[in-house]
C-alpha cells in the first residue's frame, strides 16, 4: 500500500477497485493517479470482468450495476465524456447493456429479486430513451429488443413489469401501427414480436441494415446478451443474430428470433452452472506459452488486462 495507483487500485479486501471515500479522506494530498500499466484495471466495466474470473458473481453483479450508471453519467466506459441523455444517446445503449449483465449475474448468483430490480430499472431506462431522448427510428426499435431481453434474462412476464404495454406501442414513430404485437398476451416472445414489428415499421428502404447493425444501439443490444449465451449450448454468433442477408429489414428482425431462441435458455443454463463467462476479448488459437490449469488447452482470451481460458476463463499460466 505504498505506490499511489497501488492506494488507488487495492482495497482492504485485496480487490481491485476505486478506493473508499474514507481512503480517499485519509490522502493528504490528492493527484491523479499515473496512467495504469497495461492490464491494471481501469473502470467497472472491467472491474466487473475481473469479478467474474474471480467467481465473484455478487461483485460481478454489483459492478455490473456501477458501470451502468457510471456510463449513464458520462463518467466511463462508452459514455465516458458523453452526454448519454442528450446529444450523445446512441450510446446509451451500453448502460442497458451493462444492466443486462448485472441481472443475469444477480440472478445466477442466486439474487433473483435484485435481478429483476436491475430489469426494472433497465426497462424503465429503454422507455425513457426511446420516448424522449433518441431520435434514430432504428435505435427507438431497438429500445423494444432491449425491453425483450430484459424480459428474457429476469424470466419476467411482461404483464408484471408493464414492459409489454409499453415497450412497444409506440415504438414505431409516425403513428404506424408496428408497434402492436400480436397480442398473444404470452411473456417475454410477445415482446420480441412488438421489436419485429417496431423494426418493419421503420423500415423504408432507405437505411442500409447493416450499417445499422453495426452502429453503438445495435452493439449494444447484441453485446451483453451474447456475453450472458458465450460458452453455453446456446451461444449465437453474429450471423446467428442477423441471419444471412444484410441487404434485408429481415437482417434486424432475426435479432429478436434469435434471442427469443436462445437467450432464455441461455439464462437458464447460466443459472444452473452458476456462472456468467466473460465477454470474449482477443483470442490467440494453440499460443504454447499459456496452459489453462483446468482444461489444459492454450485458448487465450486476453480482456480486462487479463489472460484467460477461451473455453473456461479460468485464469492461464504460463507454461
Ligand atoms: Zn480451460
Redesign the pocket.
Given at each position: 500500500m505504498t505506490g499511489e495507483w497501488g492506494d488507488l487500485i487495492t482495497n482492504d479486501r485485496g480487490l481491485r477497485d476505486r478506493p473508499s471515500i474514507a481512503a480517499i479522506g485519509e490522502r493528504r494530498t490528492v493527484h491523479p493517479p499515473p496512467a495504469p500499466p497495461s492490464g491494471m484495471v481501469r473502470n467497472d466495466r472491467d472491474a466487473a470482468i475481473v469479478a467474474l474470473i474471480d467467481r465473484d458473481i455478487e461483485r460481478a453483479a454489483n459492478t455490473y450495476t456501477r458501470a451502468a450508471h457510471a456510463t449513464v453519467a458520462g463518467l466511463e466506459n462508452e459514455g465516458e465524456n458523453r452526454d448519454l441523455l442528450g446529444a450523445d444517446a446512441r450510446w446509451a445503449g451500453h448502460a442497458l447493456s451493462y444492466l443486462l449483465l448485472s441481472a443475469a449475474c444477480y440472478r445466477v448468483g442466486g439474487a433473483p429479486d435484485r435481478g429483476t430490480a436491475r430489469c426494472q430499472e433497465g426497462i424503465a431506462l429503454a422507455g425513457d430513451l426511446r420516448d424522449a431522448v433518441l431520435t434514430d427510428p432504428f435505435d427507438r426499435a431497438c429500445c423494444v429488443e432491449f425491453v425483450a431481453d430484459f424480459e428474457a434474462v429476469g424470466g419476467l412476464d411482461s404483464a408484471d413489469t408493464g414492459g409489454g404495454a409499453d415497450g412497444g406501442e409506440d415504438a414505431a414513430p409516425g403513428g404506424s401501427e408496428g408497434g402492436e404485437g400480436n397480442g398473444n398476451g404470452n411473456a417475454s416472445g410477445d415482446d420480441y414480436d412488438r421489436a419485429i414489428a417496431a423494426y418493419e415499421a421503420v423500415s423504408n428502404g432507405s437505411t442500409d441494415p447493416m450499417s445499422w447493425a453495426t452502429s453503438p444501439m445495435a452493439e449494444a443490444a447484441r453485446r451483453g446478451s451474447q456475453q450472458i449465451a458465450r460458452n453455453t449450448p446456446h451461444a449465437f454468433a453474429w450471423d446467428d443474430l442477423h441471419g444471412s442477408n444484410p441487404d434485408s429489414i429481415a437482417y434486424l428482425t432475426h435479432r429478436s428470433r434469435c434471442k427469443r431462441s436462445q437467450l432464455p435458455l441461455s439464462i437458464e443454463h447460466a443459472t444452473d452452472e452458476g456462472y456468467v463467462h466473460p465477454p470474449r476479448g482477443t483470442t490467440e488459437h494453440n499460443n504454447a506459452t499459456w496452459r489453462?490449469p483446468?482444461?489444459g488447452?492454450s485458448e487465450v482470451n486476453r480482456i480486462a488486462g487479463e489472460v484467460i481460458?477461451l473455453?473456461?476463463s479460468?485464469r492461464m499460466e504460463r507454461a
Open positions: 489453462c483446468n482444461c488447452h481460458c473455453d473456461c479460468v
